[in-house]
Nanobody, 124 residues
Framework: QVQLVESGGGLVQAGDSLRLSCVASGRTFSSLAMGWFRQAPGKEREFIAA????????THADSVKGRFTIFRDNAKNTVYLQMNSPKPDDTAVYYCAAAAGSYIRTREYEYAYWGQGTQVTVSS
């Protein structure tokens, strides 16, 4: 069983920066592929970014490409989402997800473990 705890959410002004963190426990972190998703009010949860477990290959949704960056620190069992130049449309609950195995996943059903979510609100 893998436990995921997100932190770093809050209220931020458009154009500022914010970094979300997700600490994993219960399994060797370096064996987990990690991802970030978000869900805005009234909308379905959507993929944001993912990173594989061994060489740091990443992929990002077009909606955040060039603004958000996923990265991980295996020594700290932590995956991050660096959010630069956020927009009001980025307001959502952000979820961290984990999957056993090395390759990148971009679909919800590919992830077996989820955090409780952290609220990010971007004001204009």
């Amino acid at each position: 069983q893998v436990q995921l705890v997100e932190s770093g959410g809050g209220l931020v002004q458009a154009g500022d920066s914010l970094r979300l963190s997700c600490v994993a426990s219960g399994r060797t972190f370096s064996s987990l592929a990690m991802g970030w998703f978000r869900q805005a009010p009234g909308k379905e949860r959507e993929f944001i970014a993912a990173i594989n477990c061994y060489n740091g290959i990443t992929t990002h949704a077009d909606s955040v490409k060039g603004r958000f960056t996923i990265f991980r620190d295996n020594a700290k069992n932590t995956v991050y989402l660096q959010m630069n130049s956020p927009k009001p449309d980025d307001t959502a609950v952000y979820y961290c997800a984990a999957a056993a195995g090395s390759y990148i996943r971009t679909r919800e059903y590919e992830y077996a473990y989820w955090g409780q979510g952290t609220q990010v609100t971007v004001s204009s």
